[in-house]
C-alpha cells in the first residue's frame, strides 16, 4: 500500500461498515485536496504577492494545521470530531478569504462547496451535527456576500493583477474540485454498492448453509425424540399395570435427560422415574445408556428387587464408559419402586418417594448418591412399605421444584411441591397432572424453563 493509499485509509478499522468506511475515505481525501490547495495558495502568494503580507500567510499555515488536525482525528478513531473540525475550519477559513481577497477573488465560491461536501461526509445519524453545520455555511455566506458588496476587501495588500489571476484560479480551482469531489465520491458510493452487493451474496449464501445445516439437525433430533419415545413405556402398557396414575413429561428441549421406565416382573411391577446427567442431545445420550442398564439388570440378570437393580445398573453404567480413555463422571439420580399388590419396595439414587396418606406426606429417603462413578459409592438400600387403601404415590425429578419463576425469579422449591400435591389429593389423577402442568407454567411466567421435568403419581 502507498503513501497515498495509507492516508486514504487513515482510521480505517474492520469493524467499520461498507458506508462507514466510505464516509471516512471521503473526509480523508477531502482533507487530502484542502491541503494540497492551501500549499499551492502559498506557494503562488510567494510568486505573485506582496512580501509585508505575512498575516495572510500566518492564516493559511493555521489553515492548513487545522485541516491536517482532522486526519489526526480519524487515526484515533473520533471520526464525528473530525469532519466537525473539517467543516468548521473550512467556514472560518474560507469566509476569511473570500473577505480578504474581495469580490474579485471569487473565494466565495467555496462556501457552496462546503454545503455540497457536508451533505456527503456526515451519516444520517448525525443530521443533527450535519444541519448545525449548514447554518453555520448559510449565514457565512450572506455575511461574505455582504462584505463583497460592501468593499471590505482592505486586509491584505496585493498587486490588481494577481487578484485577477487569483479569481481565474480560484474559478478554475472549484470547478476542478467541484468535479473532483463528485467523480470521488460516486467512485466510493459504487465501491461501497460493489461491496455490499458481495457481503449480501456471502451473507444470503452462508444463511442457506446454516439454515440447511440447521433442518438436518433438526430432522435429527426430532428423530432421536422418536427412539427415545420407543424405549419408554407406552400409554397401554402404564395403563395395564399402573391403572389410577399419571405422567408429567416435559422436556426443556426436544429429547431430555428425564425418562420413566416400567417393567412387568412376574406378578410385580417395577417403575421408576431418572433423571440423567445434563439435559438436551447429551443427556437423552445418557439416559439410553441408563435405560438400557435398568433393562440389563432385571432381564439378563433376573433382578428384582430395587436395591439391587440399582447397583447392578451402577456397574453396568460405569462399564460403559470406562471403555473410553476420557474420564466419564455422567449418571443419573432415580427413584425405583416394586410394587406387588399392596407391598412396595423402593430405592433411590439421590431422588425420594413420596407417599400421602390421609392427608400427610410420608417420605423415603434416597441414598445420597448417583447411578454413575462416585467416590464415595456404597450399596443402595431397599426399603420396604405396606400400602393402604387411597395411599397416592410421587416420583419425581428435580426440574418441577427448581423451576425459576414467580413474582422474586425464585426457584419453586420441594416444599412448595409438597404443599402443592397435598392440596391436590381429593382430585382424580389425570386432574392432578393438568393442575401440576398449570402451576409449573403459572410460576414460570414468561421465564424459560430451567430443566427437564418429569413427574409420575400413582394412586393404591
Not at 450572506?142 to 476587501?153: P, T
Not at 430432522?219 to 419415545?229: E, V
Not at 389410577?244 to 422415574?273: C, E, M, Q, T
Not at 387411597?390 to 416420583?395: A, E, K, P, V
Amino acid at each position: 500500500m502507498n503513501i497515498l493509499d495509507r492516508l486514504l485509509h487513515t482510521g480505517k478499522t474492520p469493524i467499520l461498515t461498507a458506508r462507514e468506511e466510505r464516509l471516512l475515505k471521503f473526509c480523508n481525501a477531502t482533507v487530502l485536496i484542502v491541503l494540497v490547495f492551501i500549499v499551492a495558495n502559498i506557494l503562488s502568494f510567494f510568486a505573485f504577492g506582496v512580501a509585508k503580507d505575512w498575516k495572510l500567510l500566518l492564516v493559511m499555515a493555521l489553515h492548513f494545521i487545522f485541516i491536517a488536525g482532522s486526519l489526526v482525528l480519524n487515526k484515533l478513531e473520533k471520526y464525528l470530531f473530525a469532519k466537525v473540525n473539517f467543516a468548521l475550519s473550512a467556514i472560518v477559513f474560507v469566509s476569511f478569504y473570500a473577505i480578504a481577497y474581495g469580490k474579485t477573488g471569487h473565494n466565495y465560491l467555496f462556501l457552496p462547496m462546503i454545503t455540497y461536501l457536508l451533505l456527503n461526509l456526515f451519516d444520517p445519524r448525525e443530521k443533527t451535527t450535519m444541519h448545525m453545520l449548514l447554518v453555520m455555511v448559510s449565514i457565512a455566506y450572506f455575511f461574505v456576500l455582504y462584505a463583497n458588496h460592501q468593499g471590505y476587501e482592505a486586509y491584505i495588500d496585493l498587486d490588481k493583477s494577481f487578484l485577477e489571476i487569483q479569481g481565474k484560479v480560484t474559478q478554475a480551482g472549484y470547478l476542478g474540485l467541484t468535479l473532483a469531489f463528485g467523480f470521488y465520491n460516486f467512485f466510493l458510493i459504487s465501491n461501497a454498492e460493489n461491496k455490499l452487493t458481495a457481503e449480501h451474496r456471502l451473507v444470503t449464501s452462508q444463511k442457506k448453509i446454516i439454515e440447511k445445516a440447521h433442518q438436518e439437525i433438526t430432522d435429527s433430533i426430532r428423530y432421536a425424540q422418536r427412539i427415545q419415545h420407543a424405549i419408554m413405556p407406552s400409554d397401554n402398557l402404564i395403563r395395564t399395570h399402573l391403572k389410577d396414575s399419571f405422567i408429567l413429561y416435559r422436556p426443556k428441549n426436544v429429547v431430555a435427560g428425564d425418562f420413566y421406565w416400567l417393567l412387568p416382573a412376574g406378578h410385580a411391577v417395577l417403575f421408576a422415574v431418572a433423571d440423567c446427567t445434563g439435559h438436551g442431545v447429551p443427556g437423552a445420550m445418557v439416559s439410553l445408556i441408563c435405560n438400557n442398564g435398568l433393562n440389563r439388570s432385571v432381564k439378563e440378570y433376573q433382578l428384582s428387587e430395587p436395591g439391587a437393580i440399582l447397583e447392578k445398573t451402577t456397574d453396568l453404567v460405569i462399564g460403559e464408559f470406562e471403555t473410553s480413555e476420557l474420564e466419564v463422571k455422567d449418571g443419573m439420580d432415580i427413584a425405583l419402586c416394586k410394587l406387588d399388590g399392596f407391598s412396595l419396595s423402593y430405592a433411590g439414587a439421590n431422588n425420594p418417594l413420596w407417599i400421602i396418606r390421609n392427608g400427610e406426606l410420608i417420605e423415603m429417603r434416597a441414598n445420597r448418591q448417583p447411578i454413575g462413578k462416585f467416590d464415595y459409592a456404597g450399596n443402595f438400600t431397599t426399603q420396604h412399605i405396606s400400602l393402604q387403601e387411597g395411599d397416592s404415590l410421587y416420583l419425581f425429578t428435580d426440574g418441577f421444584s427448581d423451576q425459576l419463576g414467580g413474582s422474586d425469579n425464585k426457584r419453586f422449591t420441594k416444599n412448595r411441591l409438597k404443599a402443592l400435591l397435598l392440596s391436590l389429593q381429593n382430585k382424580p389423577m389425570q386432574e392432578q397432572r393438568d393442575r401440576l402442568l398449570a402451576e409449573l407454567e403459572l410460576w414460570r411466567g414468561t421465564e424459560a424453563q430451567t430443566d427437564d421435568v418429569c413427574v409420575m403419581g400413582l394412586r393404591i
